[in-house]
């Protein structure tokens, strides 16, 4: 009271190192503006090496057709769907941030969403590759897009979750892609006025002339709200019909009502570890750990927290129905998954997304580096699982037991895979080193509020007034041995870099 | 004014409406002798309050966990709703005991008669069963319970402790509530509401359900705010406060309708005759109350409170949220009454003819892998009904016409003012007990300039 800032003294900064507007912009420009550095260029040869790779998979596919996979009658969809709903799922947790996290003024946004953006941008982009090359005939993909066409009344069915699909997709993308330019305006615009020659002129062309007048900034900001509130919907209604594709079939375990919020629940979730495990890697990378600091992480670690267990409460409420149902095609589809050929899997997934996640409940695990990005890691492996598990051990057994089958890819859909991952990769590079990965503006935007010196100043206020001392994790405690970990890999990280 | 009085004349308030609600639950069950109608509205009410204190309660441990800060100004308001709880949880178990006593037949499962002759209700018995519903509800409700004092607890030891005790324990128990009170919630709903239809399921239905509540309660909370400031309470509840429960009851809303239209919509595409007979039961003899469902809770809120500024105009609130919260108790109301008709028609049909119809049926269903063109004329036999009563179904809505199944009656009105007059006298009483404003919560100056 009385300093200005109404700010609760327990809440940690999200900007460190005492900065200053202007510390702000060096920091988050400066890795666009020097020459890459060896670790990105060793990650752009992998990349690039996995696009060459995969992409003669790819090449192959095209040429050869579906016959270049394993796939057979009984299992139509295998890798490819696998794959395409995984990186959907991916794409989510950037919608998930810009829109909704700003319509929640969640103020740690600032420090992620940039790049989290970036991620659905390209996640999307590789999405949309499989089913793409799975129709088999790529030259003709245009035949998905309903227009009066020369042959005859062959229109697209409008009945088909697939065709949704295309229309829920494409809009996604749309909105995404402009929910991220709209953000990058004002910081091409930072980077324009810092560069010289060539450069100056291009940033000048992407940033459309924007002077930062309040004119820019106020269309700018309503611009930014129209865009969430559409993207609202957007994030809840993809994955929704993506989880259509399975549900609206008489297929058992794929015909549940529960699959729409629960498959958004598992794009969040996996949404959110591919961030971690690129913002873990980016920060220490381009020494952004003032901008995305442990509480960033702290907070996603607590989405995926969240998200892992509205997620296992779906799979067991699936697993419990399947039983009360008294349906016996349903409760074979169940006991298939556990205890059929792909049984692996199906653990896999309970192991990955049902219990580990739950370790986020323990702070120390939450706040650590290490933990964070392994589990990151283990979210997503878990659900690819998932994905797997529906599709695949779905069609194995299906209701004629002389059809029944068993699947595994060939190395052309691991190629195929991998290319994915390749370009995916590519494309995030080549995004850290043109634009700045951290919002400039809106970290610029909340600084008066988190900002460290700021919170220390509110903080010290508060404790006189009320003679309460107030213990952050961020101080060194050196009594409480749940922060040594931490500690450790903080102090870990400054050494590298100094 | 820090401290809420309850007065005289809200008291004579609260009691008239219980009044009303003894009233017209005797004239039920003594001077028409209908008892299934007086427990499913028992039923019903219970069910509708008790979720509003667990959804109050849960929203408040769920602030607690995301470190959130805006509505500390008002949250002895959720609070206060939360001490239902203990009330609402012993008169489910009075209808357990209902169930044990043979009071009532809300339950098809747990008549044993019919479970002989049924082996879908025999597949089930194992979790449709007395005992089980007896020790979940006690358990499990008795957790509620136990979490909701402590919480109380907690809070009101930070008005004269300032410090981070309350804070930091809170949140331990918050964690443990959102997990396993959330977790139990979904077998609470299968077993008080699912279970009324006790053929049907769907994987959707506790979530569907628990976002009801969420609604409910984002909607009584407006309508308390709007009064209390009318009384003088809570100076600082600002319209920026209203905007955001505005946000919620408008964001809530939509959570609410894409639950209902994705369960909806799921089961009408894939056209399996078990679980089409839930909608197709709603849809042919419940029109009013299946369409009307749509309308008050999607169709209006979505329209009205879309723009920002009526967000903050409180006639407009108050006109959405009393349609909203009367909207999700009709929702209640249509997901148990025709549930509880239909099990009415199995017994009755069951004791003049008991050849078992059901078992044999739900054998021909499972070889005849759902036929598409029988699953539309299966549907009432499915449940029970030979041909003869079927022949009954013919006449439009016959269903939606008999008062307190088809349409709340008076008696239903007067029931459910009985219940919120209970409600209001457990939350005013509540409400009084403490100070409005957590004077010692950390988030409290941030509450106060709060901007939506």
Partial sequence: MGHGIFVAPTRKPLVTGSKSYHDITEDICSPAEKAPSVAWVIGMLVSLGLVAFGGACLLITIWVGIGSWNLNRTIGWGWDITNFVWWIGIGHAGTLISAILLLFRQKWRTG??????????????????????????IWLAFFIFPYPNTRGPLWVNFNSPLLWDVFAISTYFTVSLLFWYTGLVPDFATLRDRAKGMRKRIYSFL??????????????????????????????????????????????????????????????????????????????????????TITHIEAMNK??????????????????????????????????????????????MMLCNVITPQLFWIKKIRRSIFWTFFLSIVVNIGMWFERFVIIATTLARDYLPSSWSYYWPSIIEIGVYLFTFGLFFTLYLIFSRVAPVVAIAEVKHILKYNGDQYLAKNREDYEAKTGVKVVLDEDKVTDDPNYEVDDQIDANDLDENN | MNQFTFTGKQKTFTFSLMFVGLLTALICLFMKGDGLRFWSNFLHNTVFFVGISFISLFILCAKSLAYSGWQTVFKRVWEAMSLFMPIGVI????????????????????????????????????????????????????????????????????????????????????????????????????????????????????????????????????????????????????????HDLGKYLFGFSIFWTYLWFSQFMLIWYANIGEETTYFKLRIDEYPVLFYGNLVINFLLPFFVLMRNSTKRKHGTMIFVAIFVFFGHWMDYFQMIKPGVVETEHHLAHAAHDDHGSDTKHLDDAHKDEHKKEDAHKDDHAGDGHDDTHGDGHGDAHEESLRWGFGMPGYIEFGMFAGFLGLFLFVFFTGLGRASLTPENDIYLDESYHHHA
């Fill in chain 2, 91 to 242: 008169f489910l178990l009075i209808i357990t005991l209902g169930i044990k006593m043979g009071w009532h037949d809300l339950y098809h499962w747990a008549d044993a008669d019919s479970v002989a002759h049924d082996k879908l209700l025999q597949a089930k018995s194992p979790f449709l069963n007395f005992t089980n519903y007896f020790l979940f509800t006690l358990i499990v409700g008795g957790y509620w319970i136990f979490t909701m004092y402590a919480y109380r607890r907690l809070s009101l030891r930070e008005d004269n402790n300032a410090g981070l005790y309350s804070f930091n324990k809170i949140k331990a128990l918050a964690g443990v509530f959102l997990f396993a009170g959330g977790y139990l919630a979904c077998i609470m709903i299968w077993l008080w509401v699912m279970s009324i239809d006790a053929h049907w399921y769907s994987t959707m239905f506790a979530w569907y359900s628990a976002a009801s509540w969420l609604v409910s309660t984002i909607a009584f909370t407006v309508l308390m705010m709007i009064y209390l400031q009318g009384k003088g309470y809570f100076p600082k509840f600002t319209d920026e406060h209203m």
């Fill in chain 1, 207 to 292: 940033s459309f002339g924007w002077t930062g007048s309040a004119k820019h900034w106020q269309r700018h900001e309503y611009l930014s709200l129209v865009l969430a509130g559409l993207a609202t919907p957007l994030v809840l209604s993809v994955h929704t019909i993506v989880s259509f594709d399975f549900a609206t079939s008489v297929i058992p375990g794929w015909h549940t009502t529960i699959f729409p919020p629960y498959f958004v629940a598992g794009a969040i979730f996996s949404g959110f570890a591919m961030v971690q495990t690129l913002m873990i890697v980016s920060r220490k990378v381009m020494n952004l750990q003032d901008y995305i």
């Fill in chain 1, 303 to 348: 989405i995926i927290l969240l998200t892992g267990t509205i997620v296992g409460c779906a799979y067991l409420t699936e697993l419990f129905i399947a039983w009360y149902s008294g349906y016996i095609y349903e409760q074979f589809a169940f006991m298939n998954r556990a205890m059929g050929p792909y049984w692996w899997s199906y653990f896999g």
């Fill in chain 1, 112 to 137: 992620v969403n940039r790049a989290a953006e970036a991620m659905t941008i390209f996640a999307v982009i590789c999405a949309a590759l499989f089913p793409g090359i799975h129709m088999g005939r």
